[in-house]
């Protein structure tokens, strides 16, 4: 038997983490469903050209999560800028967007992987632009599950200069304009994988705990200037990121029936624009995080470390440098 204190004290500790985990957990969904209310009863709110300006960037948005969202953005009547390296990948996807939504659109040609000297351009071509809404999605990682010492040298920079490197460039270019305007929204893709250090993904989960802090501390600095700052976090989707996860045979696995299609995902994360501030971008990554929310950081690093094991046995060529 606890002697009596003992008891007392165990229950205020219980109670209390059971209040924060609440607080991390149901903040996101709550706010969803009031403010999701409050436009559907009130009167609806302003569009979002409206209300953030005409133009949103995308980084990253001639494939998966970042062509979702220019098409999700396009069908909401803003003009859209598509960045990324292939050109004609580029404007097959401008061309799919002004048929299908009928808005402007512009593409530019960059690669965030050569480094700081990209960004003078940057700043001059985006300088013409009322930029609204600024989404930093461009994202790279390694192939496969794989041990740091057999990456190539290369792909560490790329990494470092692509997931962490264009967000935070993009952000200093973008919010001068956003302040003197008092108005706009930046979207930083996170991940999931952001929730604990990940064995064999370590420097695209490190980058993308950055990733998250980053732009946690970025609203805090631009929300008294009227701009708002999303952090979105997914879990698995369905792109040419995760492509190795999904059986060429056709038959699911137990990796393969946690992917997400991107169309699905855009829905949610679509719905969640102007709402929240924070959301996984799919409602069941929002149980998978809060199930992991569960755990003390230490226990995390276990279940990262057992899954990402098993990814490493199962698909990575233990014979060569796969990246
Ligand atoms: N898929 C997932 O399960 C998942 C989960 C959580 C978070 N995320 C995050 O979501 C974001 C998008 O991921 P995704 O799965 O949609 O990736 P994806 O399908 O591989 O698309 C990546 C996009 O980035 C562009 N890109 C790649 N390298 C580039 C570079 N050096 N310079 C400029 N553009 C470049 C690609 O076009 P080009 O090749 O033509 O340049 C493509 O448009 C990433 O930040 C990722 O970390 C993804």
Redesign the pocket.
Known sequence: MLPPLLLQLATVVGVYSICCWLYDNLRTPLLLLFRGATQLFGGGQNSLPKKYGPWAVI?????????GYANYLASQGIKVML????EA??KRVAEEIVAKHGTETKILV????QGEHIYEKLERELSSLDIGILVN?????NEKPIQLDRMEKRLLW?LIN??VG?ATLLCNIALPAMKKRKRGLIIN?????SLAPTPYLAV?AAS?AYMTSFSLALREEVTPYGIECQTV??????????EYLHPTDGKKNTFSVR?VK?SNMIRYAGYCIAKVDQTTGHWSHGIQTAILNLLPGSLKLRVFTRLYTQLLHEYSDTDKKLA
Not at 59 to 67: A, E, L, M, P, V
Not at 189 to 193: K, Y
């Open positions: 980084t990253g948005s001639s494939d998966g999560i970042g062509k960045i990324a390296r292939n990948k580029l960059a690669d965030f992987s999605n461009v994202g790279v990682i790329d692509i997931n264009a893709i996170s991940s999931l994988s695209y993308k976090s997914p879990g698995y989707v369905h792109t040419s990121m995760t992917l991107v």
